[in-house]
């Protein structure tokens, strides 16, 4: 029963550094997305992917990357950590398109520091 | 700018009440809105939808009202239990007939809901 499984749970990085949040499911979903969530806000779209192969930004891109070489992983990667990257992140996933209303499954998500 | 807003950042109801959990929103090309319950430490799981078509949908404690006129919706968890004490999102999204923009959805901040015994 494992869905969305994410990568590590906690981290801390220095201002400057990089590093990939792992994320993968096992319920066969084309598309997968992975969100931010600051202190006492909403979850924000950072990027999306709606198949292997392709990806496209999401509402707040900057700073980030993906690739979606696989149908189970959709990795994200933070190039020259800043301060205002320290958030939680979450991975997700769906069978269709979750505009659509097709329900939006969420890893357990991945605590970020940047000092 | 937000287009979905909880304007109550939490909502304490006691044991075996009602709770009615509000949001607005304000693109009028959301059709389809949902509710995610998220406990600390953990993601956010799925709780209920409604689609734009419908102005009520029900799911055992669990009923959402759709006022597209107003556009509001609300959550109302009858009884509330000690379980529920959660972080409750409204979510919503604007179709794929929509054309163009980002897939997912658009959340709101969320309202904490304490249920006291």
């Known amino acids: 029963n494992a869905g969305v499984t994410q990568t590590p749970k906690f981290r801390i990085l220095k201002i400057g550094q990089s590093m990939t949040l792992q994320c993968a499911q096992d319920m066969n979903h084309n598309y997968m997305y992975w969100y931010r969530q600051d202190p006492g806000m909403g979850l924000k779209l950072i990027y999306y992917?709606?198949?292997?192969?392709?990806?496209d930004k999401g509402e707040v891109p900057n700073g980030y990357n993906v690739s979606r070489s696989t149908t189970e992983d959709f990795p994200l990667r933070l190039e020259l950590a800043a301060p205002s990257q320290t958030s939680v992140y979450f991975c997700?996933?769906?069978?269709?398109?979750?505009?659509?209303?097709?329900?939006?499954?969420f890893g357990e998500g991945s605590w970020l520091t940047v000092v | 700018d937000q287009q979905v807003k909880q304007n109550s950042p939490s909502l304490s109801v006691q044991e075996g009440r009602i709770s009615i959990l509000n949001c607005d929103y304000t693109n009028s090309m959301f059709d389809y809105f949902l509710w995610y319950k998220k406990y600390p430490a953990e993601g956010p799981t799925f709780l209920i939808s409604i689609s734009s078509i419908k102005d009520k949908n029900e799911d055992g404690r669990f009923t959402v009202f759709l006022n597209k006129s107003a556009k509001h919706l609300s959550l109302h968890i009858v009884p509330s239990q000690p379980g529920d004490s959660a972080v409750y999102f409204c979510a919503a999204s604007d179709g794929v007939y929509s054309g163009g923009g980002a897939d997912g959805l658009t959340f709101g901040k969320g309202t904490h809901l304490i249920i006291q015994p």
């Open positions: 992917s709606v198949g292997a192969g392709i990806t």
């Open positions: 997700a996933s769906s069978y269709s398109s979750g505009r659509s209303g097709n329900t939006i499954y």
